[in-house]
């Protein structure tokens, strides 16, 4: 698990102001490599080079760099509102940490300040003959840099801010999170299966602000744990709405042990994060289906695709073997109720699906699908959740044959239970 300065920085480098900024760097330093340039290029290998034939690339590259990245720049506002009004609010995160946006703006703003500096500097004689070459071969390589970059960003331009494209990478981000939550299934620690684990001379911490909890650092935690030969007992998981007066964790430590010290280990913000937070990555798949199922969108294929998406990410649990050892035997972590998990995903998509025959057939199909994995809690939650799909479906669906399909496909699940 990252800790929290490298989960900090993982943040940092997703903005895309970051990766901008380097490559603006980057193109500077290019356009000053000529002034440098006869330090170590051969004279054997120089050529005359007149400076207006750089100069003439130079402002084309210019000129045709800004008119590129401020068109660039609207379609990704108008790719990010349609993602908003069509998807969900939530999951424009994940597109403006786009990697493949980020670093073709990143690129052109580069060649933009590239071009810039270089004609700045051929204007003011700074060049000498050597330094021409140099700034002309760089040139060469930067159009090849633009023309390979133009064509990946025409590409992926006929993908950005679709629904079945927002859509996947929420499901990327969710097998991510949820894979590492399945290999470390309490953060590393050691199971809180209830309160009455917390002795009762445990100290509470409470939190120093409200919020959501974005990222936890149970390794920080567990330093703190055996430095002062105690233990921490955590309440609040990544996902979590704290405030002042719901205490975040216990500690049972020596006395004089400073437990503010404990705050650094949680890292909370405004919003959830994607990062440690399967249960917020399947809530945006809720939305997502709850979008498309609105009457305003009518698109039950989106839902239904939703419903798939899910059983392939719970399906993960299948796989599931208990770590023999903890990594931080110091600290207690709930792990993942798998009510929540289900809830979080099928209360929605049941309850705004339910006047619509199509998505219900197929969500029942699912829990059957997801009722036969042999992992603790499924079968219980999946016929939960069948018998009020179907509760739902009864008071919703018009005709009497649709009804009983439904109650075929639920019946069948919960015999098997």
């Known amino acids: 698990m990252l800790s929290k300065w490298r989960w900090l920085l993982s943040q940092l480098t997703r903005t895309l102001w970051v990766r901008a900024a380097l490559f603006a760097v980057l193109g500077v330093l290019t356009a000053l490599l000529g002034i440098v340039a006869d330090a170590f290029w051969p004279n054997s290998l120089a050529y005359n080079i007149g400076a207006d034939a750089v100069d003439g690339i130079l402002n084309i590259l210019a ?132 309160p009455d684990q917390v002795p009762a001379d445990a100290e509470p911490l409470f939190s120093d602000r409200t919020g959501y909890v974005q990222h936890l650092d149970v390794g920080l935690l567990s330093h703190w744990a055996e430095a002062h030969q105690g233990q921490v007992f955590v309440a609040a998981l990544p996902g979590a709405f704290v405030a002042a007066n719901r205490p975040m964790a216990w500690s049972v430590a020596q006395r004089g042990a400073d437990r503010d010290a404990l705050l650094e280990a949680f890292t909370v913000g405004e919003e959830r994060s994607f990062d440690q937070d399967p249960r917020f990555c399947l809530s945006v798949l809720a939305e997502i289906a709850a979008r498309a199922l609105s009457p305003a969108v009518n698109d039950p294929g989106t839902a239904i695709d939703v419903i798939g998406r899910a059983v392939r990410i719970l399906g993960l649990w299948e796989n599931y073997t208990a770590p023999k050892t903890p990594t931080h035997p110091r600290v207690c972590v709930p792990p993942l109720a798998t009510k929540d998990l289900f809830d979080d995903i099928f209360t929605t998509v049941a309850r705004d699906g339910a006047g619509m025959i199509e998505v219900q057939l197929r969500l029942q199909k699912a829990l059957g699908i997801l009722a036969a994995i042999d992992c603790e809690g499924f079968a219980e939650n999946a016929r939960r959740h069948s018998e009020q799909a179907l509760i739902q479906a009864e008071a919703k669906l018009p005709l009497e044959s649709e009804k009983q399909s439904l109650r075929n496909l639920s019946r069948a699940i919960c015999q098997d239970f």
């Open 63 to 194: 000129t045709s760099m800004l008119a590129v990245t401020t068109f660039s720049l609207n379609v990704m506002v108008a790719a990010y509102s349609a993602a908003t009004a069509t998807v969900s609010p939530r999951a424009t995160r994940l597109l403006r940490q786009d990697t493949t946006t980020q670093t073709v703006l990143a690129t052109f703003i580069g060649s933009f300040l590239y071009s810039l500096v270089g004609i700045i500097a051929l204007s003011t004689e700074i060049y000498s003959q050597t330094g021409r070459q140099v700034l002309f071969l760089a040139t060469l390589v930067v159009i090849a840099i633009i023309v390979l970059t133009l064509l990946r960003w025409v590409e992926h331009l006929s993908r950005l801010g679709r629904v079945g494209e927002t859509t996947g990478r929420v499901e990327e981000i969710t097998t991510k999170t949820m894979a590492d939550r399945i290999a470390n299934p309490c953060l590393g620690g050691v199971p809180l299966l209830g």
